[in-house]
């Protein structure tokens, strides 16, 4: 790619300022990806809950299964031998 680029005219110092440019584009995106972290998670911890109830009123999630521990067979004792 590099030498692509010299091919075409560019120098090597208007390939390392455009690599540097690229790079503090990218650091300063994670940065704040990295400040608002906090912020996504808890939308999505919020509006999950929500946002299941409605699919699942609506019919297009089921209902959860029964847990095991509430079942009847479950709650009886078993006989060893």
Do not use: C, N, Q
């Amino acid at each position: 790619m590099v030498s692509l680029l010299e091919r075409m005219g560019w120098g090597d110092s208007a390939l390392a300022s455009k690599a540097g440019a690229g790079a503090g584009t990218f650091v300063i995106a994670y940065a704040i990806h990295k400040v608002f972290a906090p912020v996504r998670i808890s939308i999505t911890l919020g509006a999950t809950p929500l946002i299941v109830r409605y699919l699942r009123r609506k019919g297009i999630l089921k209902p959860p299964a029964p847990s095991s521990s509430s079942s009847p067979a479950a709650s009886k004792p078993t006989e060893k031998s």
